[in-house]
């Protein structure tokens, strides 16, 4: 049985990504799910920040 410790894991790179867990074992499986869905998060908005910024010339 795990004791139960109440860890706060954090990714210094990402400060978005923070998660937390009754275990070790699940504050890291945990964080691991919150780096993966703000890394996924930040490229959908740089997918959509390309597309506004895209600028079409048209020679007259």
């Known amino acids: 049985m ?4 109440d860890t ?3 990714c ?3 400060p978005a990504a923070i998660s937390e867990g009754d275990t070790r074992q699940a ?3 945990n964080i691991k799910e919150a780096i ?5 998060v930040t490229e ?3 997918r959509v920040l ?3 910024t895209k600028v079409d ?3 007259v």
């Open 44 to 46: 959908e908005q740089a």
């Open 27 to 29: 504050a890291l499986e």
């Open 36 to 40: 993966q869905l703000v890394l996924e």
């Open 8 to 10: 706060q894991p954090h």
């Open 2 to 5: 795990h004791k139960k410790v």
């Open 12 to 14: 210094l790179e990402l």
């Open 57 to 59: 010339v048209a020679s």
């Open 50 to 52: 390309g597309e506004i």
